[in-house]
């Protein structure tokens, strides 16, 4: 913990362009990362496809990612310049219960917030313009979570730097949801279903998203635009009504 508020502290006071050399690295390796467990989950569950394979990775798909990449760091290094001028607070790292309820909070606000964002995103006039670089890959693999527009990605960043400016959130917080929100993103663009066939059988746990709850918005883009949960797509009346059938099959019940 003491590297942890050692390295924030540095990132504070550092030079600006060393702060922006971090951001990049971080986003780097969150990229790596996704790309290298993102694999080893799919050849482990390959056995329960919820998508036909992809197609061959093509070269542009690969520019966009990597266009993404560059563009998180500069929205991290935005968050950075801001937080530096006092524009953002950031509440002081504290016990694990305070960290929970910054994660939490950070959750729900922003699953409500990339639902709204999602939806509004697929209105005809502005779905060409900023989404549907997505969903020319119907069939997802690992790479396809960082396949996006740029307007996209600078859009998901100014939320997230919106619900942080109103959160407050810890920074120990904010890095455990960044890593929540890769793992839920990668979990999505798999083409595989790791989670057991028990999952919409039990409660609570059923609300949370599955990769299958993804995967359909990309062969189905009218429904399950929802990302952590299915809460919004139920409240909402935008829950695919195959979900359980799809997730089921996925299976292989
Ligand atoms: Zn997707
Ligand atoms: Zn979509």
């Known amino acids: 913990m003491n590297l942890f508020n050692d390295f924030f502290a540095a990132l504070y006071t550092m030079p600006l362009e060393q702060a922006v050399f971090w951001s990049l690295l971080g986003n780097v390796v969150m990229f790596a990362a996704a790309l290298v467990v993102g694999e080893a989950l799919v050849r482990r569950y390959h056995d329960k496809p919820n998508s036909p394979p992809p ?18 760091a500069l929205v991290a290094a935005v968050g950075i310049i801001l937080w530096r001028a006092d524009i953002i607070h950031l509440r002081p790292n504290g016990d694990i219960l305070a960290t929970v309820i910054d994660v939490i909070v950070l959750i729900v606000l922003m699953d409500f917030g990339m639902y709204v ?8 006039l502005l ?14 693999r690992p790479l396809t979570l960082f396949v996006l527009n740029p307007f996209e990605v600078l ?20 890095v455990i949801y960044l890593a929540f929100n890769l793992i839920f993103g990668l979990v999505g663009h798999l083409g595989v279903e790791p989670a057991p066939d028990a999952w919409l059988k039990l409660p609570l746990i059923r609300t949370i998203s599955t990769s299958t709850f993804h995967a359909e918005h990309h062969h189905d883009k009218a429904h399950n635009f929802g990302f952590y949960t299915v809460i919004w797509d139920r409240l909402f009346g935008t829950l695919s009504p195959e979900y359980a059938q799809d997730f089921g099959r996925a299976n292989g019940s």
């Open 117 to 124: 964002f999602h939806r509004v995103a697929h209105h005809p």
């Open 155 to 174: 859009g998901f960043g100014a939320l997230l730097i919106v619900v942080i400016l109103l959160s407050q959130a810890s920074q120990v917080a904010i």
């Open 127 to 140: 779905y060409p313009i900023i989404h549907l670089t997505h969903h020319l890959y119907e069939n997802p």
């Open 55 to 72: 197609e061959p990775i093509s070269r542009q798909e690969i520019m966009f990612a990597l266009l993404c990449v560059i563009l998180n």
